[in-house]
Structures are given as C-alpha cells and as structure tokens.
C-alpha cells in the first residue's frame, strides 16, 4: 500500500495499468452506471467518430494494434492505433473502441454499437458519424444490429468527398433547387431526394462554393504556370539555348510536375501525357465542372423520416463537438505519442485517457449548469495552483494547504465539490 509521500516506480504504474485491463470491463460498467442517469432512456442521439492516434516502436508482437495508417496528424502514412469514440448529443463520452492502425472506419462502428447497447439498453438510437462510416453494408449492418436486439437504430451519415461521383447525377437534376431560391450568399439552400431508397438531405452554402470554386482555380493556374514554366526550360535547351542549374529532361520535368500535383491533390483535373516523347499535359475542364457542381455542399443519408431537412442537418454539424473532444485528447489529455507496444497496455492507456475525457466533459456541464463563464481548462489551470506543503523544523513537520483565493472558491461552488480541509 503506497502512502503519502512514497516514491512510485515506473513498473508499478505498468502493474497498475495491468491490473486496469484486466478489470476493463467491470471498469468501464461502472462508469456506465454512474453515466445512466444522465442519458435519455427513450431516444439517444449518439455521434461517432474515428481518430488515429501516434505511436512509437517498431518491434512486432502478437496481435499487435500498431499498423501504419492514413494519419489525422500528420496528413500521411504513420504508425499508428485508431480509437473510436461515442458520444451523446450534450457531449458526454459514454463508450470507445481501440482498433488498428490500418482499420477501415466502415468496419468500426458495429462493434463499439453493440458493446454500448450492452450497457445502456436503449430503446433507440440515433447514430451520427462522419464521412468515413458511410458504405451500404454499415447502413445494412445498423439495420440488422437493431433487428437482432429490437432496438430502433437510425443513422444520419455523410456522404464522402470519395463517393461523390456516384451523387453526380442527383446533384445535376436538383441543382437548379438548389440555386434558384435567392436566399443570401452566406445562407444554405437545403433540399431533398431519394438515393438507393434512402433519403438524401443536400445542403448548399453559395458563399461556399464560390470559395472552395476559387481555391481550386487558383491552384489549378499555379501548376499550370508550373508546367508553362517546365515546357519553356525544355524548349530552350532544344534551341541551345543555355540555361543556371541542371540540364532539365522531359523525364525530370515530368516527375517535378507529377509530385507537384500529388502535393495539391490535382491528379483529377490535370493530366501529364505519359505516352508522349515531350513533356506534355492537359487540364481536364470537364472534371472542373463536375467538382464545381459539388461545391459548397453537404449530403447527408439518413433513415429519420420525423426529422425536417433542416433539422437533420443541424444534428450533424453538432459532430463538431466530438472533434473538439479529440482535440482535448490530443492536446490538454496528452494521449499521444504513445510508446506501449503491447496490446493490452495500448488498450489500458486509452482507457485512462478515455477517463479522463468523461471527466474534462462532466466539468464542461456542471460549469455550464452553473453559468460559469469559466472553461474546463481555465478552471484545471487554476485550481492547479493550490498546493500541499510540509514544512521540517527540526524533528517536527508541519502541513498545509494553500488558501483557495476568491476565483477558486467560486470554481469549487460551480463544481459543487467541498473545499480542501488544511491537515490537523
């Protein structure tokens, strides 16, 4: 039994992260049951989504989770593990999953469904996830998981910037909806139609398209004044002319010019000539304009029929908020760079992290029910200030704890948490 005072060593935490997986699942029932209360029985909306999360090490062990996978951080390929988490409609973190690295989202959100269905037994769900969980067998998979358990299980997923080409020819039939109306540039126009069955909710901001249609211009003439540039160089050296730097090949100018354009994602909309002798290219127009026509648009597939158009968008975009979560995990949390290898001790260190997000989350609610206008992490930085300190005079020791100021105490009176007592 460790005591005030005493020294903790490295392989007793590790022991203590043991014995946490061990008790996971009696761990996590009990933060269930302490949770339940603030959840609704009768319709939970719940929002879902999948981070990666860096790690270290390149030994290989049995089942091991690290993977090299498409990275959030890094925007590239890195070793990683993916952690998914559900959440409610108010914020509150109620369960997660760890995954490899390497995981496909679509192949994520079933499992995580049926352990929380395990513990909270809802009569219905609504599941909000991101772009990355929408395929026909997940929405299959939902419908099937709530058949199985006679649960109602709903779904509002969006459409990924990948599967927008199989949208085109809604797209193209509403547009003239959707830019008719003459409401204001900065305002959506939202409609909606069918799609395999299922409803499509389209969502269409002008300002938007405007913006995202200049940016890509933009980038376009970049790299077109790029390949000008290349395709002259060529040509002079072809007349003699002489030139600073290295002699510059068609092969050369290709491979600049190709890197270049996987650097800006714009291999759909420009075409280097490969089976020309010449360093050569083309800017495909029609590509141009069948992206424009997705610009500034969000489409949503859900199975909600109660649910106004407006309404169902408004519920996606509060996704946000578990976005902001993994920022916290990241960032105040410190979930990573992560330098376990075992699987277990992975799993117990994002459980921990897990923890401590429900609790930064519980802050987050009593200070808003309380109207303090103070943040989580204003309050973690204050309240950090208060210390214990011991005093030797000779054989005796003296304790103490520092005296909460004004600002502290009205933190504590919003948390509704009893004031630290000074030692006897």
Known sequence: MLKLGDTVHHMQLMRVMDALEENKDAVEQAVANQLRPLLDQDLSVVFYDVTSVQIHGTAQVDNDLRAYGQSKDIKGIGRQFALGVIQTAEGLPIAHEVFEGNVAETKTLAPILQ?????????????VADRGL???DNISTLEDLGRA?????????????????????????IQPALEGTGAPADQDVITETLWEGRRLVIAHNPARAAEQSATRQDIISELDA??????????AQDAGESSRGRRSSDRGAYQRFHKALLEKQMTRFIKPDLGSDSFTYAIDDGAIAQAARLDGKLSLVTSLSEM???????????????????R????EIEIAPVYHRLPDR???????????????RILRMRL??????????????????????????????YHGITRPDPEQLDLFKALKIELPKQPA
């Open 149 to 173: 358990q006679g649960v109602e299980v709903d779904y509002i997923l969006a459409v990924p910037a990948r599967r927008y080409a199989a949208f085109t020819d809604i797209i193209r039939d």
């Open 328 to 331: 916290i995990l990241k960032s």
């Open 226 to 235: 790029l390949g000008e540039a290349l395709a002259k160089k060529l040509d």
């Open 115 to 127: 352990r929380l269905q395990k513990r909270f037994t809802f009569k219905r769900i609504v599941v």
């Open 308 to 326: 106004t158009p407006e309404e169902v968008v408004q519920r996606y975009r509060s996704l946000a908020d578990i976005e902001r979560g993994f």
């Open 368 to 397: 808003k029910a309380a109207e303090s206008p103070a943040s989580p992490s204003k309050l973690l930085k204050s309240l950090s200030r208060i210390q214990k300190h011991t005093v030797h005079v000779g054989a005796n020791a």
């Open 134 to 136: 929408l395929s026909l």
């Open 346 to 360: 992975i799993r117990a260190h994002a459980l921990i992290c897990f923890l401590a997000l429900v609790l930064y």
